[in-house]
Protein backbone atom coordinates (compact mmCIF):
# COMPACT_ATOMS: atom_id res chain seq x y z
CA UNK A 1 0.00 0.00 0.00
CA UNK A 2 1.36 3.58 -0.79
CA UNK A 3 2.49 5.70 2.22
CA UNK A 4 1.18 9.20 1.79
CA UNK A 5 2.27 12.82 3.02
CA UNK A 6 0.36 16.22 3.19
CA UNK A 7 3.33 18.90 3.58
CA UNK A 8 1.78 21.31 5.90
CA UNK A 9 1.94 24.35 3.47
CA UNK A 10 -0.45 26.38 5.60
CA UNK A 11 2.17 26.70 8.23
CA UNK A 12 4.80 27.43 6.10
CA UNK A 13 2.56 30.01 4.37
CA UNK A 14 2.69 31.35 8.07
CA UNK A 15 6.83 32.06 7.43
CA UNK A 16 6.67 32.83 4.17
CA UNK A 17 4.62 35.96 5.07
CA UNK A 18 6.96 36.90 8.17
CA UNK A 19 9.73 37.09 5.72
CA UNK A 20 10.09 40.82 4.74
CA UNK A 21 12.43 40.72 2.67
CA UNK A 22 11.22 39.57 -1.42
CA UNK A 23 14.61 37.77 -2.41
CA UNK A 24 14.49 35.52 1.10
CA UNK A 25 10.92 35.28 0.52
CA UNK A 26 11.49 33.68 -2.66
CA UNK A 27 14.66 31.70 -1.19
CA UNK A 28 11.63 30.21 1.38
CA UNK A 29 9.11 29.38 -1.09
CA UNK A 30 12.19 27.71 -3.83
CA UNK A 31 14.14 26.06 -1.15
CA UNK A 32 11.70 25.05 1.94
CA UNK A 33 8.13 25.12 0.31
CA UNK A 34 9.42 23.49 -2.89
CA UNK A 35 12.29 21.40 -1.55
CA UNK A 36 9.71 17.84 -0.50
CA UNK A 37 8.91 18.29 -4.81
CA UNK A 38 12.37 18.92 -5.89
CA UNK A 39 12.33 15.79 -7.74
CA UNK A 40 8.70 16.42 -9.29
CA UNK A 41 10.78 19.70 -10.98
CA UNK A 42 13.58 17.79 -11.99
CA UNK A 43 11.16 15.04 -13.89
CA UNK A 44 9.84 18.40 -16.04
CA UNK A 45 13.59 20.28 -16.13
CA UNK A 46 12.51 22.83 -13.62
CA UNK A 47 15.22 24.19 -10.67
CA UNK A 48 14.87 25.40 -7.67
CA UNK A 49 16.64 28.69 -8.67
CA UNK A 50 17.47 29.77 -11.99
CA UNK A 51 21.33 29.96 -12.76
CA UNK A 52 20.83 33.72 -13.85
CA UNK A 53 19.51 36.72 -12.77
CA UNK A 54 15.43 36.61 -13.58
CA UNK A 55 15.85 33.18 -15.58
CA UNK A 56 13.17 30.49 -15.41
CA UNK A 57 13.07 28.60 -12.49
CA UNK A 58 10.13 27.18 -10.09
CA UNK A 59 8.98 30.58 -8.86
CA UNK A 60 8.49 31.56 -12.38
CA UNK A 61 6.92 28.29 -13.18
CA UNK A 62 4.42 27.70 -10.71
CA UNK A 63 3.46 31.44 -11.13
CA UNK A 64 2.76 30.48 -15.03
CA UNK A 65 0.83 26.94 -13.29
CA UNK A 66 -1.34 30.10 -11.68
CA UNK A 67 -0.12 30.02 -7.93
CA UNK A 68 -0.05 33.39 -5.96
CA UNK A 69 2.59 35.11 -6.49
CA UNK A 70 4.83 34.83 -3.45
CA UNK A 71 4.80 39.11 -2.92
CA UNK A 72 1.00 38.96 -3.04
CA UNK A 73 0.55 39.11 0.70
CA UNK A 74 -3.41 39.82 0.42
CA UNK A 75 -4.18 36.48 -2.09
CA UNK A 76 -2.13 34.15 0.07
CA UNK A 77 -3.48 35.72 3.44
CA UNK A 78 -7.09 35.93 2.34
CA UNK A 79 -6.68 32.26 0.86
CA UNK A 80 -4.63 30.78 3.77
CA UNK A 81 -7.42 31.83 6.41
CA UNK A 82 -9.98 30.60 4.44
CA UNK A 83 -8.27 27.85 3.48
CA UNK A 84 -7.54 26.65 7.77
CA UNK A 85 -11.15 27.80 8.47
CA UNK A 86 -12.29 25.22 6.27
CA UNK A 87 -9.89 22.17 7.32
CA UNK A 88 -8.48 21.37 4.33
CA UNK A 89 -4.99 19.86 5.86
CA UNK A 90 -7.65 17.66 7.20
CA UNK A 91 -9.82 17.15 4.28
CA UNK A 92 -6.33 16.21 2.19
CA UNK A 93 -5.72 13.50 4.31
CA UNK A 94 -8.77 11.63 4.20
CA UNK A 95 -9.48 12.00 0.87
CA UNK A 96 -5.76 10.64 -0.06
CA UNK A 97 -6.55 7.87 2.69
CA UNK A 98 -9.79 6.98 0.24
CA UNK A 99 -7.62 7.54 -2.63
CA UNK A 100 -5.20 4.98 -2.08
CA UNK A 101 -7.49 2.62 -0.13
CA UNK A 102 -9.59 2.49 -3.00
CA UNK A 103 -6.64 1.86 -5.48
CA UNK A 104 -5.34 -0.76 -3.43
CA UNK A 105 -8.59 -2.41 -3.03
CA UNK A 106 -8.59 -2.73 -6.90
CA UNK A 107 -4.89 -4.29 -6.83
CA UNK A 108 -3.11 -0.80 -8.13
CA UNK A 109 -0.54 1.08 -7.00
CA UNK A 110 1.23 4.44 -7.88
CA UNK A 111 5.24 3.94 -8.98
CA UNK A 112 6.26 5.61 -6.46
CA UNK A 113 7.84 5.38 -2.00
CA UNK A 114 5.25 7.71 -1.14
CA UNK A 115 2.61 10.07 -2.30
CA UNK A 116 3.75 13.91 -1.32
CA UNK A 117 0.68 15.98 -1.49
CA UNK A 118 0.79 20.17 -1.63
CA UNK A 119 -1.79 22.25 -1.79
CA UNK A 120 -0.97 26.05 -2.42
CA UNK A 121 -2.57 29.54 -2.45
CA UNK A 122 -3.87 30.63 -6.15
CA UNK A 123 -4.06 33.89 -8.22
CA UNK A 124 -7.63 34.07 -8.23
CA UNK A 125 -7.59 36.23 -11.86
CA UNK A 126 -5.26 33.58 -13.49
CA UNK A 127 -7.46 30.95 -12.59
CA UNK A 128 -10.52 32.61 -13.34
CA UNK A 129 -11.72 30.03 -16.27
CA UNK A 130 -10.80 27.36 -13.97
CA UNK A 131 -13.00 29.07 -11.00
CA UNK A 132 -10.00 29.61 -9.11
CA UNK A 133 -8.79 26.07 -8.97
CA UNK A 134 -6.21 23.72 -10.24
CA UNK A 135 -3.85 20.63 -9.79
CA UNK A 136 -1.27 18.66 -11.08
CA UNK A 137 -0.80 14.70 -10.88
CA UNK A 138 1.53 13.77 -13.97
CA UNK A 139 4.30 12.50 -12.19
CA UNK A 140 3.69 9.45 -9.88
CA UNK A 141 4.66 10.40 -6.10
CA UNK A 142 3.61 13.53 -6.73
CA UNK A 143 0.02 15.89 -6.81
CA UNK A 144 -0.38 19.40 -5.94
CA UNK A 145 -3.09 21.57 -6.01
CA UNK A 146 -3.48 24.85 -6.20
CA UNK A 147 -6.61 27.19 -4.91
CA UNK A 148 -7.91 30.66 -4.61
CA UNK A 149 -10.90 29.29 -2.06
CA UNK A 150 -14.22 30.52 -2.51
CA UNK A 151 -17.84 28.71 -1.99
CA UNK A 152 -17.59 26.77 -5.29
CA UNK A 153 -14.38 25.18 -5.47
CA UNK A 154 -13.87 24.63 -1.72
CA UNK A 155 -16.50 22.12 -1.64
CA UNK A 156 -14.63 19.93 -5.08
CA UNK A 157 -11.43 19.76 -3.11
CA UNK A 158 -11.70 16.27 -2.86
CA UNK A 159 -13.12 16.01 -6.15
CA UNK A 160 -9.71 17.81 -7.68
CA UNK A 161 -7.12 15.48 -5.31
CA UNK A 162 -8.63 12.54 -7.05
CA UNK A 163 -8.66 13.35 -10.09
CA UNK A 164 -4.67 14.42 -9.81
CA UNK A 165 -4.38 11.02 -7.88
CA UNK A 166 -5.58 9.13 -10.98
CA UNK A 167 -3.15 10.63 -12.97
CA UNK A 168 -0.59 9.13 -10.53
CA UNK A 169 -2.18 5.85 -11.29
CA UNK A 170 -2.64 6.11 -14.93
CA UNK A 171 1.50 7.27 -15.69
CA UNK A 172 2.36 4.27 -13.22
CA UNK A 173 1.25 1.81 -15.62
CA UNK A 174 1.47 4.22 -19.37
CA UNK A 175 4.37 6.18 -20.32
CA UNK A 176 3.31 9.77 -21.07
CA UNK A 177 5.50 10.86 -23.73
CA UNK A 178 5.18 15.08 -24.08
CA UNK A 179 6.25 15.28 -27.15
CA UNK A 180 4.32 12.32 -28.62
CA UNK A 181 0.96 12.68 -27.22
CA UNK A 182 -2.22 12.75 -29.26
CA UNK A 183 -5.24 14.36 -28.79
CA UNK A 184 -7.00 10.94 -28.44
CA UNK A 185 -4.62 10.09 -25.63
CA UNK A 186 -4.82 13.31 -23.79
CA UNK A 187 -8.52 13.25 -23.57
CA UNK A 188 -8.27 9.70 -22.30
CA UNK A 189 -6.13 10.40 -19.62
CA UNK A 190 -8.35 13.46 -18.44
CA UNK A 191 -11.45 11.72 -18.96
CA UNK A 192 -10.66 8.75 -16.79
CA UNK A 193 -8.86 11.22 -13.78
CA UNK A 194 -12.50 13.38 -13.92
CA UNK A 195 -14.70 9.78 -14.21
CA UNK A 196 -12.38 8.39 -10.95
CA UNK A 197 -13.20 11.74 -9.06
CA UNK A 198 -16.59 11.05 -9.97
CA UNK A 199 -16.81 7.55 -8.87
CA UNK A 200 -15.36 8.67 -5.64
CA UNK A 201 -16.88 12.19 -4.91
CA UNK A 202 -20.28 12.03 -6.88
CA UNK A 203 -21.12 14.05 -10.05
CA UNK A 204 -21.82 17.36 -8.75
CA UNK A 205 -18.08 17.86 -7.43
CA UNK A 206 -16.77 17.64 -11.00
CA UNK A 207 -14.76 20.39 -12.11
CA UNK A 208 -15.84 23.47 -14.59
CA UNK A 209 -13.39 21.90 -17.21
CA UNK A 210 -16.32 19.00 -17.66
CA UNK A 211 -19.25 21.04 -16.54
CA UNK A 212 -19.61 24.69 -18.12
CA UNK A 213 -20.29 23.39 -21.42
CA UNK A 214 -23.98 22.92 -23.04
CA UNK A 215 -25.35 19.94 -24.88
CA UNK A 216 -24.98 21.99 -28.41
CA UNK A 217 -20.91 23.04 -27.47
CA UNK A 218 -19.94 19.30 -26.29
CA UNK A 219 -21.59 17.83 -29.61
CA UNK A 220 -19.66 20.34 -31.41
CA UNK A 221 -16.46 19.74 -29.83
CA UNK A 222 -17.20 16.00 -29.93
CA UNK A 223 -17.03 16.70 -33.78
CA UNK A 224 -14.39 18.98 -33.72
CA UNK A 225 -12.43 16.88 -31.87
CA UNK A 226 -13.35 13.53 -33.61
CA UNK A 227 -11.46 14.78 -36.25
CA UNK A 228 -8.55 15.49 -34.75
CA UNK A 229 -8.09 12.55 -32.44
CA UNK A 230 -3.99 11.74 -34.21
CA UNK A 231 -2.70 15.48 -34.21
CA UNK A 232 0.32 15.11 -32.34
CA UNK A 233 2.71 17.16 -29.97
CA UNK A 234 2.10 19.06 -26.92
CA UNK A 235 1.26 22.47 -27.94
CA UNK A 236 -0.77 21.55 -30.60
CA UNK A 237 -2.68 19.02 -28.28
CA UNK A 238 -2.89 21.84 -25.95
CA UNK A 239 -5.03 23.52 -28.08
CA UNK A 240 -7.98 21.18 -28.71
CA UNK A 241 -7.79 20.23 -24.45
CA UNK A 242 -8.24 23.88 -22.94
CA UNK A 243 -10.09 25.92 -25.59
CA UNK A 244 -9.23 28.85 -27.04
CA UNK A 245 -9.12 31.28 -24.77
CA UNK A 246 -6.48 29.47 -22.60
CA UNK A 247 -4.88 28.80 -26.35
CA UNK A 248 -4.33 32.78 -26.75
CA UNK A 249 -3.57 33.17 -23.03
CA UNK A 250 -0.38 30.66 -23.35
CA UNK A 251 0.05 31.68 -27.36
CA UNK A 252 -1.40 28.08 -29.02
CA UNK A 253 -2.67 27.71 -31.96
CA UNK A 254 -6.95 28.35 -31.52
CA UNK A 255 -8.81 25.72 -33.20
CA UNK A 256 -12.44 26.79 -32.63
CA UNK A 257 -13.38 25.30 -29.23
CA UNK A 258 -14.46 26.60 -25.61
CA UNK A 259 -12.83 26.66 -22.24
CA UNK A 260 -12.34 22.75 -21.26
CA UNK A 261 -13.26 21.10 -24.42
CA UNK A 262 -10.97 18.29 -24.94
CA UNK A 263 -11.79 17.75 -20.80
CA UNK A 264 -15.29 17.71 -21.43
CA UNK A 265 -15.54 15.90 -24.25
CA UNK A 266 -12.77 13.36 -22.83
CA UNK A 267 -15.20 12.38 -19.97
CA UNK A 268 -18.04 11.94 -22.38
CA UNK A 269 -16.22 9.49 -23.86
CA UNK A 270 -14.74 7.66 -21.12
CA UNK A 271 -18.18 7.27 -19.16
CA UNK A 272 -19.88 5.87 -22.65
CA UNK A 273 -17.47 3.60 -22.98
CA UNK A 274 -17.87 2.40 -19.07
CA UNK A 275 -21.67 2.41 -20.03
CA UNK A 276 -21.46 0.65 -23.57
CA UNK A 277 -18.71 -2.14 -22.49
CA UNK A 278 -20.01 -2.57 -19.04
CA UNK A 279 -16.62 -1.47 -17.85
CA UNK A 280 -15.80 -0.26 -14.04
CA UNK A 281 -13.11 2.85 -13.92
CA UNK A 282 -10.73 0.81 -12.84
CA UNK A 283 -10.95 -1.74 -15.13
CA UNK A 284 -11.06 1.08 -18.01
CA UNK A 285 -8.08 2.55 -16.22
CA UNK A 286 -6.27 -0.13 -17.36
CA UNK A 287 -7.12 0.09 -21.03
CA UNK A 288 -4.89 1.91 -23.72
CA UNK A 289 -6.53 4.80 -25.12
CA UNK A 290 -7.10 3.58 -29.14
CA UNK A 291 -9.31 0.82 -27.19
CA UNK A 292 -11.55 3.32 -25.47
CA UNK A 293 -12.00 5.83 -28.44
CA UNK A 294 -12.69 2.94 -30.56
CA UNK A 295 -15.55 1.64 -27.88
CA UNK A 296 -16.95 4.43 -26.78
CA UNK A 297 -19.06 5.27 -29.56
CA UNK A 298 -18.69 9.25 -29.91
CA UNK A 299 -16.43 9.49 -32.87
CA UNK A 300 -18.41 7.42 -35.63
Known amino acids: MNAYKVINTLEQYGELLAITDLEKREDYFRFEMMKP ?42 GLSMLKENNVYTVAENTLKTCVESANREGFKVNADEIRFGLYV ?108 DVKGFAEVSSYMFGDEIAKQEGYQSVGLSFGAGYAVGYEAVQSFMKRQNKTIYETTLLSSGEIINGCGLFI
Open 37 to 78: FQEMWNFINVPLKAKQENGYDVVMATQMLGFADVSDDKSIQE
Open 122 to 229: SDPQKLKLQKGYTGFGGIPGFITVNIYPNDYNLPKIPAVIAHEFHHNIRFSYFDWDHGNVTVGDYLVIEGLAESFAKELYGTEHLGPWVTSMDKDDLEYSIHVIGESL
